[in-house]
């Protein structure tokens, strides 16, 4: 994949509990509108975006991450684009401390 692809714009999490989800945050470059029922955190720098969305993944430690092509596509699409922007912290999402999810 070529580092000269567009920039990521927006990430999305949404954490479902029993009914309803429990956390749907918006991670924006630039601003977005206000969204019924969800954080919008807004961001003036791409890889400032990116390393936030992965401290929060961090945080929040969900079991499973799913969303459609995810592993063929948005997953190798973020790393390329945070390895092009210098987000060194980015591809340690998973909870094995010091293993970069690019190598597994």
């Known amino acids: 994949m070529s580092s000269a692809v567009s920039s990521v714009n927006q990430l999305t999490a949404c954490f479902a509990g029993e009914s309803k989800p429990f956390i749907r945050n918006i991670f924006t470059l630039n601003t977005c509108s206000h969204i019924v029922g969800s954080q919008v955190m807004s ?22 991450v799913i969303g ?15 390895k092009h922007l210098k987000a060194n912290k980015f591809p ?10 690019c190598s597994l």
Request: negative net charge.
């Open 92 to 101: 340690f999402l998973g909870r094995l401390k010091g293993v970069c999810i």
């Open 43 to 64: 961001f003036d720098d791409e890889a400032e975006m990116l390393q936030a969305w992965r401290d929060f993944i961090e945080e929040v430690d969900p079991d499973v």
């Open 68 to 82: 459609y092509n995810i592993s063929n596509f948005d997953f190798p699409y973020l790393m390329e684009r945070a």
